[in-house]
């Protein structure tokens, strides 16, 4: 009994490892369109939520930087770990003695959303690395962009950017504002507790810097088509 227990739960660890292996392909396609886990128990669970899939073209580029220039300065540049910044994470946690903000990257948390959960765990953010690094390997850099903002949870039933920018500014994506775009991604690391449509002033302030970095972006973002 004991030893079938143990194949039964070997086996069920090779299977979870083995969907990312074969969905991380897949989800180049330009014409897949993917769901988060979060979107899965929102369905499994009978709640309602809002995703309204949006073609990187049809995003306003101003939104894209804004992003980048919030989650993930160094993008274009890393292969889906920014391992200088994972350092400074790690000698601050030593330091300190407890966990910072985790240092994800752009690609790391499109994995995590893709096929891992919420919160904070050493264990999940040890899955996200290799998760992330295979991931920059298979899909270039404007796909894993346009993954991630068509996934990324933007408030309560809230899932892509296309989704927030009718729920939040009552326009399509191509639409957004420069302000607008900022005051978006700023409110990405705490989706439901920041409104970009009733920003607080600490928020307005955050979009204010956003707002600054996507304008002298320059180079940083030029991995990303037309933007």
Aim: net charge positive.
């Amino acid at each position: 009994m004991i030893r079938r227990t143990l194949h039964a739960a070997a086996f069920a660890i090779v299977l979870l490892a083995a969907i990312p292996l074969v969905l991380v392909p897949i989800y180049a396609l330009p014409f897949v369109r993917p769901v988060s886990t979060l979107m899965l128990a929102e369905h499994f669970s009978f709640q309602p939520f809002e995703r309204e899939w949006t073609p990187l073209e049809k995003i306003s580029p101003v939104l894209v930087r804004s992003v980048m220039m919030s989650e993930d300065g160094q993008y274009c540049f890393h292969g889906g770990v920014d391992w200088n910044a994972m350092r400074s994470v790690v000698d601050q946690a030593i330091g300190d003695g407890e966990a910072s903000r985790g240092a994800s990257t752009i690609p790391m948390q499109t994995v995590k959303n893709l096929f891992l959960w919420n919160g904070r765990s050493y264990l999940r953010k040890g899955l996200e690395l290799p998760l992330a690094l295979y991931a920059d390997l298979i899909w270039s850099k404007s796909r894993t962009m346009e993954l991630y903002l068509n996934i990324a949870e933007w408030g309560n039933g809230i899932y892509g950017v296309g989704a927030a920018s009718r729920y939040y500014f009552n326009k399509p994506a191509s639409e957004l504002s420069a302000r607008q775009a900022a005051l978006l991604a700023v409110a990405l690391p705490s989706p439901l507790t920041r409104d970009p449509a009733n920003p607080s002033a600490g928020l307005r302030r955050l979009a204010g810097t956003v707002e600054a970095r996507a304008r002298a972006s320059g180079d940083y973002i030029g991995c990303i088509d037309g933007v």
